[in-house]
């Protein structure tokens, strides 16, 4: 589904990524795990297309199409959602009508007929049950006034009315307390499918005691320096990034040795 | 035609519309896109080639004259137009407003231009000229289709002469006279002799005297005691002829516990010249009467560069002469190259209430020093003020109002607040407000906020599927939707279409 070859990107001319492989399969989920600064989130930047983002080599194939020729809106309605880590007030725009423009905008796109105001309440409310959230929400001004895990439930909420083929969960566990991230959690499993794939980029090993990831990426400085299953997060969260980070420099000062 | 019907069709124009935008800047960034937004193309600019009957250009007591004599009006409204023009004369263009515009030649401008159809006015659509209905196909409100839109009445006044007045015997049922002013001066000489000029006078101010002296046409609205007048009362004003001031008159009187909404829309075609717009509205609201006005105003701005573009210095204010009477303006301005007016309400009777919301949009080159007056005289006064701007592009976008309470109005209230929204960085708000208190017992409240469209929400928005030009429109609605909030639901798609800002749960 998702093919990432050598990917570089620069943030104002700094080096942020430095060629970056991932392979994400329909169905599956993978958790991208580092320490601050290590680039993960701006690996979720350049995907969903953020133009401060400079891609300055390698490529992102999506379905089969080039990521980086599409506008962040295209790449939207092709199904590649992100979860905010730091989500955006609208003041004065419903939450209800923000999502119905955009879920109508993805279905125009499928060729589907826009949904009118009944059919999208009614399927609205259905994905607010499903993920056990109050339709409150739906009235009050986008992220306007939100407390964080409210703010991070939205996120969630929206995930499940767009239903992305591909959804990149940007830190949405930060800044929420053990309930909230439980809510949270268990929300986006209610929303693994065998067709959708979810990227989870996480500081802290702690969600993925409940998302339970199928393949578990560390990125240190840029780069993807050792993937496992969901052991290497446990193993991670015994020795901390700090053994992690001493050998990979031992092994880059081997490497550099070789070459 | 159903209502509804209607506003499907016009909604259906409006997507057609989008699309074809939205195809065309598909690649754009944010940037561009602003840009775009600023520099569209307007599309009302059309002219209707309908034989014209002109005043030669220039003001003096002549023209004045021959105005008054082509409307065939009385000795007394020449008398009064006479001493507007005299008082005119003596008086200067004031210079303390934030637009900048090249000076004036009163002298090179004509003051009077009337369809020929003038002598023998048409007495329904069928016998208006099919040009002239052909201009109101192209706006996309057909003056037969708006005979059907729910409860609007429309007043037409095309240039200088009403050409079309419906629904008027279902008025008259009522007892309400909604008519064009020429008519008003002709049939019920004793209601504008006694409140026309009772609320702006001849002398008000220099565009005020300017309009009193040779104003065309314009609206007449009586509604008697009692009468809740039942729909809408609208009127479409259109400046067509080429050096042609514009200067229409309109004086609303609600009589006791009466209540009147009026909808003003306004569009004009495109001109490489500047055309002035010095219109005056008067409102007068008895003991527990209530008058609600409307606009949509989208003039044309002139074209990207600044070229040509309508300057509508506008004179219009409310008396709150009853108690507990209610005047309430909501302005929607998108047009004009120079946007200059303060919709204003003096409060005098005792408990009575002014309420002023505002959206004022500038892009390109326009400039807008807008806002309004409150003047508290009676006890227990209450006002309003909501004011939204939004600059793009080069524009300069200003607030200016003045709340003042005189000494005897006690226990009055006032609540102002005035927030601007940039788009890009060449732009500019301004906010003047004056304050001034003149009692211990009264409140006065002023909130002020200045944000920038984020980048930050278009990239969010984005992410959800919606382009950017929809994101800025979305966001932009967001911001003023406290104003929309007081549109008439039948100015819903016109304010829609206007401002390219798609309504937020008021259509469809």
Redesign the interface.
């Known amino acids: 589904m998702l093919e990432i070859k050598n990917l570089h990107v620069e943030v104002e001319n700094t080096k942020i990524l430095k060629g970056i492989d991932l392979s994400v399969k329909p169905g599956e989920v993978h958790a991208i795990m580092g320490p601050n600064g290590s680039g993960k989130s701006t690996l979720a930047q350049a995907i969903s297309g953020r133009d401060t983002y400079d891609v300055t080599n390698g490529e992102i194939i999506y379905l089969g199409k080039d990521l980086l020729d599409m506008e962040p809106d295209e790449r939207a309605r092709e199904g590649v959602f992100m979860a905010f880590q730091y989500p955006v007030e609208i003041p004065g725009v419903t939450n209800s009508y923000f999502l119905k423009t955009g879920l109508n905008e993805i279905r125009k796109h499928q060729g589907l007929e826009p949904l009118d105001a009944m059919d999208f309440l009614k399927h609205i409310k259905e994905k607010a049950k499903l993920l056990d959230i109050n339709t409150d929400m739906l009235n009050r001004s986008v992220n306007e006034g939100f407390s964080g895990g409210e703010k991070k439930r939205n996120e969630i909420l929206q995930m499940a009315v767009l239903e992305p083929k591909l959804a990149i969960l940007d830190e949405t566990d930060s800044g929420l307390d053990i309930d909230a991230l439980r809510i949270v959690a268990d929300g986006v499993n209610r929303l693994r499918t065998k067709d959708r794939a979810i990227i989870v980029v996480t500081h802290y090993q702690r969600l993925l005691n409940y998302i339970v990831p199928d393949h578990v990426h560390i990125m240190l400085e840029g780069k993807l320096v050792k993937s496992g299953d969901k052991k290497l997060a446990m193993e991670l969260e015994e020795k901390g990034y700090d053994q992690i980070k001493e050998e990979y420099s031992s092994v880059k000062a081997k490497l550099e040795e070789t070459v | 035609m159903s209502n509804s019907t209607e506003k499907e069709q016009l909604q259906a124009e409006v997507t057609q519309e989008e699309k074809k935008i939205h195809k065309a800047k598909?690649?754009v960034?944010?940037k561009d896109t602003l840009e775009a937004l600023g520099n569209r193309e307007y599309k009302w600019g059309f002219y209707t080639d309908i034989e014209q009957e002109y005043a030669a250009p220039g003001l003096n007591e002549d023209v004045v004259r021959f105005i008054s004599m082509k409307k065939k009006e009385p000795e007394w409204m020449l008398e009064w137009r006479l001493r507007a023009f005299r008082n005119w004369q003596k008086m200067k263009e004031p210079t303390w407003v934030n637009v900048k515009y090249p000076p004036i030649d009163y002298q090179s401008q004509r003051y009077y231009a009337a369809p020929k159809t003038d002598d023998d006015r048409p007495k329904s659509l069928d016998e208006v000229d099919p040009e002239l209905i052909k201009t109101y196909e192209k706006l996309g409100i057909p003056l037969e289709e708006q005979k059907m839109l729910a409860g609007v009445a429309v007043d037409a006044v095309f240039d200088s002469v009403s050409v079309a007045t419906t629904f008027k015997e279902k008025l008259a049922e009522e007892g309400i006279i909604f008519c064009s002013m020429s008519e008003a001066v002709h049939n019920h000489p004793d209601l504008v002799k006694k409140y026309l000029g009772s609320v702006v006078p001849y002398n008000d101010n220099f565009f005020a005297a300017l309009n009193s002296a040779v104003f065309s046409d314009g609206s007449f609205v009586y509604v008697p005691k009692g009468v809740r007048c039942p729909m809408e009362l609208s009127t479409y004003f259109r400046i067509n002829s080429e050096n042609t001031g514009q200067f229409e008159r309109t004086l609303i009187v609600a009589e006791d516990s009466s209540y009147v909404s009026y909808l003003e829309g306004c569009t004009a075609p495109k001109r490489d010249t500047h055309q002035l717009h010095a219109a005056v509205v008067e409102l007068v609201a008895l003991d527990n009467a209530e008058i609600k006005y409307s606009t949509v105003q989208n003039w044309y701005p002139g074209d990207k560069d600044g070229k040509g573009g309508i300057y509508n210095f506008v004179t219009k204010r409310g008396k709150c002469a009853g108690v507990n009477s209610k005047i309430s303006w909501t302005q929607v301005e998108t047009g004009s190259a120079i946007t200059w007016k303060y919709p204003s309400v003096v409060l005098q009777g005792d408990n009575s209430i002014g309420e002023f919301y505002s959206v004022a949009l500038t892009m390109n080159h326009q400039q807008a020093d807008t806002g309004t007056k409150m003047i508290h005289l009676g006890n227990n006064t209450k006002s309003t003020i909501v004011s939204k701007g939004i600059a793009g592009g080069v524009s300069q976008n200003s607030y200016r109002g003045l709340v003042k309470v005189m000494k005897k109005a006690k226990n009055a209230r006032n609540f102002s607040q005035c927030d601007s929204l940039l788009l890009g960085d060449r732009c500019g708000a301004h906010t003047f407000p004056y304050v001034e208190v003149n009692n211990t017992s009264s409140q006065v409240e002023h909130e002020a906020t200045t944000s920038k469209i984020?980048?930050?929400?278009i990239?969010?928005?984005?992410?959800?599927?919606?382009?950017?030009e929809?994101?800025v429109s979305?966001?932009v609605?967001?911001?003023?939707?406290?104003v929309f909030r007081e549109l008439p639901m039948e100015f819903a798609v016109e304010a829609q279409k206007l401002l390219g800002v798609?309504l937020?749960?008021s259509v469809?």
């Open positions: 598909k690649k960034t944010e984020g980048e930050d929400q990239f969010y928005l984005n992410q959800r599927g919606i382009s950017t929809d994101a979305i966001i609605n967001g911001f003023a939707k406290e798609s937020e749960g469809g």
